[in-house]
């Protein structure tokens, strides 16, 4: 990545140990080096639109080079030994491939500690995959890093589109900051018809259509607040966010693209009806082997 209008180095504490590594189940993070060249060149160029598209800057020019980025990778190792900023790049498990990069910047304006870029190659992102960096990196920066204010580059990179089942209401939903629950209680079956609620938590939520579609029903509280709110679509009814909220809220997981974040945790499954949980020895169809089968069937 070039430089963009930033100067001067992160500030840590005296003798803070740089972590270097994050591991989940789907990659590896490592300081970026020169011996990333080839790979993250690979990843760059897969991904130049999207990051064209998002970058003030303009990188990478449609001509970068394979030296060019060379050049870049030694910057970024040297400035990793200088402790000046930090870029990691993102491997699969194997480190057969780059799959992305993550950038801890000085801050380009004051009032926060650490500028966070990321990016994901464009294979990448339809699954997910910078939601799912997001929030792992949100996690580890907190966990074992020292900055308290962290600015976040670009968060709509890492919202998801969604819409109810008519198309009329539609909006972005994002970054994920959890927790996703998976809620058995005998409102939120009622309220999906379904064996449970799939709720996400997400930091904002912006509508680009059909928010005056919505209809709140808020039900009293029965134990303990808060009350139950649902929202939904007047013409279609399916579950929506909750228009006008700003900060933080639940957003009803199945009307989302782009989650591939696995749930956190079942919830109140007290409440749950024996059918609840179908993970017992019960056969599993794909989408086309149910499809043979009601053929069959026919
Ligand atoms: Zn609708
Ligand atoms: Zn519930």
Request: charged share 20%.
């Amino acid at each position: 990545m070039q430089k963009t209008g930033r100067s001067g180095a992160l500030t840590l504490p005296e003798g803070f140990v740089v972590p270097t590594t994050l591991e989940t189940d789907q990659y590896r993070l490592k300081p970026l080096t020169q011996a990333h060249t080839e790979l993250d060149f690979a990843a760059v160029m897969e991904t130049q639109q999207r990051l064209r598209a998002s970058a003030p800057n303009g990188w990478p020019r449609p001509d970068f080079t394979l030296e060019e980025n060379r050049s870049d990778l030694r910057r970024h190792e040297q400035e990793f030994v200088d402790r000046s900023a930090f870029a990691f790049t993102v491997l699969n498990l194997d480190e057969s491939a780059v799959i992305g990069c993550v950038y801890l910047n000085p801050p380009a304006q004051t009032g926060c500690d650490v500028d966070v870029h990321m990016w994901v190659r464009e294979r990448d992102y339809p699954r997910g995959l910078a939601q799912h960096l997001h929030r792992h990196v949100d996690a580890w920066l907190s966990k074992y890093w020292s900055f308290d204010r962290i600015n976040y580059l670009r968060p709509d990179y890492y919202f998801a589109r969604g819409s109810c089942l008519c198309g009329s209401v539609t909006f972005y939903a994002g970054p994920v900051t959890g927790p996703f629950e998976l809620c058995h209680c005998s409102r939120c079956r009622q309220a999906t018809g379904s064996a449970y609620a799939a709720l996400v938590g997400v930091s904002e939520v912006r509508f680009t259509s059909g928010s005056d579609l919505v209809t709140t029903c808020s039900l009293p509280i029965t134990s303990q607040p808060p009350a139950y709110k649902r929202c939904f679509c007047n013409t279609c009814g399916s579950p929506l966010p909750e228009p006008g909220v700003t900060g933080w809220q639940e957003v009803p997981a199945g009307c989302l693209e782009l989650i591939s974040l696995p749930p956190d945790r079942h919830i109140y499954v007290d409440d749950a009806p024996a059918w609840s949980f179908p993970e017992s020895a019960l056969p599993r169809f794909t989408r086309a082997e149910i499809h043979q089968l009601r053929e069959s069937q026919k």
